[in-house]
């Protein structure tokens, strides 16, 4: 298996533009999240799906942040309009949620982020 | 906010064994205790999880003391590859539980 896969993995982008991060996920897994890591916050959860639909959305941080599920197999994370503070790696995960044993998350290389 | 306390750095030589340790001392009876590692400009990779009996794997075992309020991720002989930031995390096992990673223990294994 191809493992989690980002696009793009380096983007660098003027402030006010629009950008768009995608993830595909790992085949059969019906659980995706995307975090974001920087120097000051760490690794923080901004949103995850479970089979397309979002569950826990609390950790976007703001109404510039939009994230979609549109099938099993992609989900974007988009930033419109993107400013020099949401410059970091964001990472997208996955796993196989199941009951009663825990499910273990993968995680994608990242996308790096530099907004100017 | 993470409820694991870790230590912010360790050192290993190379070939010795590395010996992480975490307290987790307001665990609760359903939550898990995870390991994860961030290799410098990689994602997070997952390493082993357990509940209270000790668990091995191809990569580490972990140590859960019996009341679970610690444990220790071991890496038999540790490699400079190993060389990793080490996140130890709890998580429930039921429902739609998060993973909420602290600042981790920074590893450095020299030769």
């Known amino acids: 298996d191809a493992g989690v896969i980002q696009s793009p993995r380096h983007e660098v982008t003027e402030m006010g533009q629009e950008v768009t991060l995608r993830c595909k996920p790992i085949?059969?897994?019906?659980?995706l999240f995307w975090y974001r890591q920087t120097m000051m916050r760490g690794l923080e959860l901004l949103i995850y799906?479970?089979?397309?639909?979002?569950?826990?959305d609390s950790g976007m941080p703001e109404d510039r942040f939009s994230a979609k599920m549109p099938n099993a197999s992609f989900s974007t994370l988009k930033i419109q309009p993107s400013e020099p503070r949401d410059s970091a790696v964001y990472f997208c995960?996955?796993?196989?949620?199941?009951?009663?044993?825990?499910?273990?998350?993968?995680f994608g290389p990242g996308t790096r982020l530099t907004v100017l | 906010d993470a409820k694991t306390t870790q230590p912010p750095s360790m050192d290993c030589a190379e070939g010795r064994a590395a010996n992480l340790p975490c307290n987790h001392s307001?665990?609760?009876?359903?939550?898990?205790v995870y390991w994860y590692r961030q290799i410098h400009s990689q994602g997070p990779q997952y390493i082993i999880h357990?509940?209270?009996n000790n668990e091995t794997n191809e990569m580490a075992s972990l140590i859960i003391t019996e009341d679970r309020k610690s444990s220790t991720l071991i890496l038999p002989h540790a490699t400079l590859r190993d060389t990793a930031v080490y996140y130890c995390?709890?998580?429930?096992?039921?429902?739609?539980?998060?993973?909420?990673f602290g600042t981790g223990t920074r590893l450095l294994v020299s030769p």
């Open positions: 307001t665990i609760s009876g359903n939550e898990y």
């Open positions: 995390i709890v998580r429930a096992t039921r429902g739609f539980q998060k993973l909420v």
């Open positions: 799906f479970n089979n397309n639909v979002p569950i826990d």
């Open positions: 085949s059969g897994h019906n659980s």
């Open positions: 995960a996955s796993s196989m949620a199941g009951f009663p044993r825990t499910d273990t998350q993968y």
């Open positions: 357990g509940l209270k």
